[in-house]
């Protein structure tokens, strides 16, 4: 392909992203492909002339448009919010057109210092101080994982210079609740501290850490001659965004030297918000930090933003420097190589500078704003409904409710019955909802928040629920 | 913005990404920004109001451009090629725009299935049978500790489901070149082997990995009472693309029960061409292996493509399974978030399915075989030249050189003329070299192989490097 066929498909190629946008309310939500469908429809073999791109909108279309499940339609309501803003998309075809390898300060200067100011912008209007510097990772998971690795490395006196978590007597352990995301108890197994020193304490009928469960667990594990290592602290779990008491876990956090990590991958966009910061407080006296912009802050997929407290310490855990990498200016930049996993790096930082110039801060507090208002609404609408119940506190935008007819008290009825509503309502390709279990229950989940997604439309989802609720 | 206005900024970006394409041998090769400086074009405050995205531009040409080292750009000779081809933006542009998250198989099953065939594609034309699986990962970073991982989990009986690394007296052991990438010291540190139990192999005198260094290593590691895990081959060091010698070291693997992962992150794109195949021997007895196709392949980053034997053991080790997470399919399908450590997932293989569809078997093959032929021309004349020393074989497409002038025997010396030698050529902004440390003698890289490098381009390099290492 040369530059003027690149500029002319290029065009053409945004008429169809565009084009798609538009259409975005006509596609069913949740794709109806079934398992192999796609596949099927591609050769088994790869293509061995070149050229073969001129018709790859048409199959773009007939191949990969079924098996699509549409994230940015107004009627999603699943799992959680993951838009790709148009700010974003169009940063993205600079990344891309650049195609610059952001893993040292050298490699591309301004990839490292426009993120290093875009994450500083983004900690302003968070309200976290100046102690906290941040960086980019790909998913919480990722940064979990590095966080977890830090606090070995931290309790353990850098145990990875020695012979690592091998041949020693130490038992390192690890806190979280419950209703921690599993991302958690993955990073805690992939960093070594193995499963019998992960210690998942109960939550309260809100669905938060039970703080004198904590306690009574780090005892025992003293007692026990274990060494605590890592807090997790969630603000905003997966099933129901339930808020962990953090101000009281940074005192314990305190108290028995542990790491305190805070996974706000979800409800950490919200702390853009004044009125929502107390849902963290206390924040200041963790060691790292991790949300998402591409849930909730129409920055695509992937910016996930990992603030720590101490990089010089991430820096050492992390960091290598073998001679094919050295530059001359090492002692004066950062090199963001050594702050994650990954060695390479993409430039993604002009994702969330753009959809920041685009959105501005009250562009973006006004979009969660109403988001946090039509989950207010669908509250107060399943609260004065009869049938209905609500199983957790709604403090963002999630919600976990179940329909319970009249006269059914068998939890596996009652479970199937509402896993019908919501496979008919995912069938029905005009809205799509996930379960989860909450403390044995089955529930729906109903998460708001897409960019597209208004009033009419979740007014448009409940009257469908009690509409399928009705019918079984 | 609405859909109008971007489809008018869209048009806009990709004029000037195919602008910028078509005016790359313009610009200074590596960025001439001085530590800080685009930071301070920057405001230090992120913007209060919305709109703010009509000249980004402008600012772009005026702001970030500056620190752009221009890794596609025909006199780009450091590190390695990472290029992104005009299909590869293409393709993200519906990645970008679709906005989709391919975590599970539900969550788009074309992102997993177009994933599944691609990869599947990729395995044929790089000659490997059918008992390999492939999955992206975003770096071969992140794939070697992956694999690591795994190795970690086998040797010790799946430990991560009891204590872990901890409180045993296991001692298990990671072997590797001392030419090995510093991605395979991390990873090793990162999954909690502790430096003490790594050994970085003594190489030959072409930088291969020393079997009978290796042999000794492991006899007396046994003798100790320790316990060898997992064998790193690299097929293509980083520094000279170096060539561990892997037929034997499958032998010394099956006897050992070493998990034998093989680090073909550069050199792996090579084995499209059946003539290299020879270099790596022996690859069928791998348990894994990773390429990175945003290398040598014209895939932009990220796309580093990982193959295994034994997919049920990675899901084994990197699956979760949370009740928010499951549906009705997971039986039959992949979800890829099981293969690797972030949940979520970009729709990357987008990426790889353009550019073989626009470039096909043959004119990757073309490419590969020019950059190959280009690289054996200029090590024939660094050969005849009087005054040159290569320092290395050259397998593919990496040179590592040095200038020595009649009578100059101090390795101090040759040091800073070498390094003045290359310091020069970057500051010239018409080629950018990196460099190397090789047996403690320091030595100029020539990495060859950006889409754009033509022989002319080479013929150029060689002209300036003559030129250069003549006036000082």
């Given at each position: 392909m040369n530059n003027d066929e690149f500029r002319e498909l290029g065009h053409q190629f945004i008429d169809w992203v565009a084009d798609y946008r538009a259409s975005l309310p006509l596609f069913p939500v949740m794709s109806a492909a079934k398992p192999g469908a796609i596949r099927a429809k591609l050769p088994k073999t790869p293509p061995l002339k070149s050229g073969g791109l001129g018709d790859i909108l048409k199959d773009l279309d007939a191949t990969v448009m079924p098996g699509i499940t549409h994230w940015?339609?107004?009627?999603f309501f699943a799992y959680f919010p993951s838009n790709t803003s148009y700010a974003s998309i169009l940063a993205d075809i600079v990344a891309s057109g650049l195609g610059v390898q952001g893993m040292s300060w050298q490699t591309s200067p301004a990839a490292t210092e426009v993120e290093e100011v875009v994450m500083d912008w983004l900690r302003q209007m968070l309200g976290l101080s100046g102690a906290f510097t941040g960086v980019i990772h790909d998913t919480a998971s990722t940064a979990t994982l590095c966080a977890l690795i830090c606090a070995r490395e931290k309790t353990s006196n850098f145990s990875q210079t020695r012979n690592g978590l091998q041949g020693g007597a130490s038992k390192l352990v690890v806190y979280a609740s419950d209703q921690s995301h599993s991302s958690i108890e993955k990073g805690a197994l992939l960093a070594g501290f193995g499963k019998a020193n992960l210690r998942l304490i109960e939550t309260d009928k809100d669905h938060a850490l039970r703080v004198d469960k904590l306690l009574a667990a780090i005892k025992e594990d003293v007692a026990m001659g274990k060494l605590p290592c890592a807090l997790v602290a969630c603000i905003g779990t997966t099933a129901t965004t339930a808020v962990d008491p953090l101000k009281q876990l940074t005192d314990i956090a305190q108290k028995y030297r542990l790491w305190l990590h805070v996974d706000a991958a979800m409800a950490g966009s919200a702390m853009i918000l004044p009125e929502c910061r107390w849902l963290w407080e206390g924040i200041e006296a963790a060691d790292s930090m991790v949300l998402n912009p591409h849930k909730w802050l129409g920055t695509g997929f992937d910016l996930s933003a990992y603030y720590v407290k101490d990089p010089q310490h991430l820096i050492r855990v992390m960091g290598t420097n073998p001679s094919y990498l050295r530059t001359a200016q090492d002692d004066e930049v950062k090199n963001f190589r050594d702050w994650g996993i990954p060695l390479g790096r993409r430039f993604r930082s002009l994702k969330l500078w753009f959809v920041l110039r685009d959105q501005g801060i009250e562009g973006l507090q006004a979009r969660l704003r109403r988001d946090i208002a039509n989950a207010g609404w669908l509250k107060d609408q399943v609260d004065q409904a009869p049938d209905w119940e609500r199983m957790a506190p709604v403090p963002l935008q999630t919600l976990c409710l179940r329909h319970v007819p009249k006269g059914m008290k068998d939890e596996a009825l009652l479970r199937a019955h509402n896993m019908a509503i919501t496979e008919a309502i995912n069938q029905s390709g005009r809205a799509h909802l996930t379960s989860a279990i909450l403390k044995g229950k089955k529930v729906i989940r109903v998460s708001i928040g897409a960019e597209s997604t208004e009033r009419k439309d979740v007014e448009a989802l409940w009257a469908q629920l009690r509409d399928v609720a009705g019918k079984f």
């Open positions: 940015n339609h107004p009627g």
